[in-house]
């Protein structure tokens, strides 16, 4: 009603300005004639004619009250006039136009999604041939182009595995299954996969969890995200850095995973955005190789997981990342 009254308000300012006036003219022409209108008269006539405006009013007001409703879905009212007719018919043809191009995206979405899962699987078997010829012909390379070639070859199946798990995450419900797993053999498992560079780096793991600390959760998605923070430690560590540590806590309603480096840590102007898609901050000046999705897949699919993951660094003193597993799941 608020909202109608304000939009009839020049309606109803213009309806009284012509009584008025034709009040004016009334007493002018009998003030010519030697008569005057009386104030009850006036009065009456006022009356009578406010009296006719509200019913006016009320009547439009029923009309047009579907209007002024103010709904949740995206219903339009049966149209009470000729000109709601033609914005009706305004609206439904752009809301069939932006149905269409949804629909176009949608697909052109899914043949993307398509191409890129399809894409990655080709790509890892020649990634996998090219890394058993390496190790056959090991003892025929020098040393150091041996790693080199190690390291870049470990650089390809990280940068296909992000591909992949970023394509994923459009349909993450469909590609989600929880299971009760224990934290310490995930670590392991995620330590295994990067056993070539910590030797390569000369930097040890130290493990530090219970061995009745389990969590509920996706093991493919969870490991992904232990593997990104494994290769963040390893790729930001100091030349003089000998461990990598890995601590799992069981709280009363919760665990937690921390993975400790003592590299170059993280300058506190960049904290703020490590999550932040592309995001390379000073580090990705000194090291190339960053492609600042590392920690955005992981928050990311973290989100999804309900997880907590936080960061805590300093410059030249390390990074401690934290993941905090969410007791519903870890109730499962």
């Known amino acids: 009603m608020k909202d109608f009254l304000s939009d009839s308000r020049p309606f109803i300012m ?5 009584i008025i006036l034709m009040v004016i003219i009334s007493q002018l022409v009998l003030l010519n004639t030697g008569g005057t209108v009386s104030v009850e008269v006036i009065s009456y006539m006022l009356l009578l004619a406010s009296s006719f405006l509200v019913i006016f009013l009320t009547y439009r007001y029923l009309k047009f009250r579907d209007f002024y409703v103010k709904r949740q879905n995206t219903y339009f ?4 006039n000729r000109m709601l007719a033609n914005v009706q018919q305004l609206l439904e043809n752009d809301h069939q136009q932006y149905q269409q191009e949804i629909n176009a995206l949608q697909t052109e979405k899914e043949l ?9 699987h080709q790509m890892k078997t020649p990634v996998s041939v090219m890394d058993l010829t390496l190790q056959k012909e090991r003892m025929n390379l020098p040393e150091n182009v041996f790693h080199s070639m190690q390291e870049e070859i470990e650089k390809l199946e990280q940068g296909l595995d992000q591909a992949l798990y970023l394509s994923r995450l459009q349909k993450f419900d469909r590609d989600f299954h929880v299971q009760r797993l224990s934290l310490k053999q995930l670590v392991r498992e995620s330590i295994q996969d990067f056993k070539s560079s910590f030797i390569r780096n000369s930097i040890f793991p130290e493990v530090t969890i219970e061995e009745n600390c389990e969590v509920a959760t996706d093991p493919k998605w969870i490991r992904f995200v232990i593997n990104q923070l494994i290769s963040n430690a390893i790729k930001y560590s100091n030349p003089n850095s000998e461990k990598i540590y890995f601590t799992g806590e069981q709280q009363e309603k919760s665990v937690t995973l921390t993975i400790r480096d003592t590299g170059c840590g993280i300058p506190f102007q960049d904290l703020s955005r490590v999550f932040d898609p592309f995001f390379t901050g000073l580090n990705g000046r000194k090291f190339r190789e960053s492609t600042g999705m590392g920690l955005y897949l992981a928050h990311q699919i973290c989100e999804r997981l309900d997880y907590n993951i936080t960061v805590q660094s300093a410059a030249n003193k390390g990074t401690e990342v934290t993941l905090r597993f969410n007791t519903n799941l870890t109730n499962l």
């Open 14 to 18: 213009f309806y009284f300005s012509q």
């Open 77 to 80: 009212p049966e149209p009470p």
């Open 112 to 120: 993307e999604f398509n191409f890129i899962q399809q894409w990655v």
